[in-house]
């Protein structure tokens, strides 16, 4: 079975600049999860998402992050403009329908600096 | 008060002995609980998940899941170095949310 695939592995970018980052999770899991993970912190939920719908966003800075995920499968992740505070690691995780284990699987994740 | 939270670290034992993580979670509504671990550079994966009161065994791991007291627990027996890493609390309600992790370290 393939594992959850992101894109980039890692990204380097100016502050204020825009980037993107893009998630396929496996195939038949409905929710899929955005984290950011800044060095020595846990993963901060950024949005979660079932299947199409949104189930929570309430941690991600609207006004220069957003989401979406495409016919309920792949999923993309974009900073517009860029924080010097932004550098992490942006991971992304999916988890089979509700009703069955919920454990989130990760990708490898994306290294985002920003100079 | 944070959602999830963990017992600081670092945490250092000796090769062989019992290393106890501890979490407390603030939602009452949540309903599973994941353990995961973390290697330094790599993403978090799934060691323990829980989701009923009293303890759960795997293997050297056991998990324990208090939910009048809002706790969670993991114990590792006969730690290796191999185990030393970042371990990673998650609760899950409607969100899948984490603690800030607390790094284990096992001295041979």
Known sequence: ?115 | QKEVEQNSGPLSVPEGAIASLNCTYSDRGSQSFFWYRQYSGKSPELIMFIYSNGDKEDGRFTAQLNKASQYVSLLIRDSQPSDSATYLCAAQGGKLIFGQGTELSVKP
């Open chain 1, 1 to 115: 079975e393939a594992g959850v695939a992101q894109s980039p592995r890692y990204k380097i970018i100016e502050k204020r600049q825009s980037v993107a980052f893009w998630c396929n999770p496996i195939s038949g899991h409905a929710t899929l999860y955005w984290y950011q993970q800044i060095l020595g912190q846990g993963p901060k939920l950024l949005i979660q998402f079932q299947n199409n719908g949104v189930v929570d966003d309430s941690q991600l800075p609207k006004d220069r992050f957003s989401a979406e995920r495409l016919k309920g499968v792949d999923s993309t992740l974009k900073i517009q403009p860029a924080k010097l505070e932004d550098s992490a690691v942006y991971l992304c995780a999916s988890s089979p329908p509700v009703g069955g284990l919920t454990e989130a699987f990760f990708g490898q994740g994306t290294r985002l600096t920003v100079v």
